[in-house]
């Protein structure tokens, strides 16, 4: 059974930063597409940035130049770092592999 479970979430002032983790488990992720996702109250589901088995990455253009995503095979994770995070970033951010699994995802919430 493939389990991905996201970690790191929580409040944080404007400006600040947070580590999203997401550790996958029942099967290797270096064979597949990683993504992290993000829905805000009343709003879609929309890309935060996507991974190729290569590590070619695409950002979604709200968060380019300030979020950045990792992962490391070894350890079957995926990282989301966010840096200068502002309200509109406020939303529940969820891990995908492929286009099938999805983890329970976390909330960011950022607010002064």
């Known amino acids: 059974q493939v389990q991905l479970v996201e970690s790191g979430g929580g409040l944080v002032q404007p400006g600040g930063s947070l580590r999203l983790s997401c550790v996958v488990s029942g099967l290797s992720i270096n064979m597949y597409v990683m993504g992290w996702y993000r829905q805000a109250p009343g709003k879609q589901r929309e890309l935060v940035v996507s991974s190729t088995a290569g590590g070619r990455l695409e950002y979604g253009d709200s968060v380019r130049g300030r979020f950045t995503m990792s992962r490391d095979n070894a350890k079957n994770t995926v990282y989301l770092q966010m840096d200068s995070l502002n309200p509109e970033d406020t939303a529940v951010y969820y891990c995908?592999?492929?286009?099938?699994?999805w983890g329970q995802g976390t909330q960011v919430t950022v607010s002064s």
């Open positions: 995908r592999l492929s286009s099938i699994h």
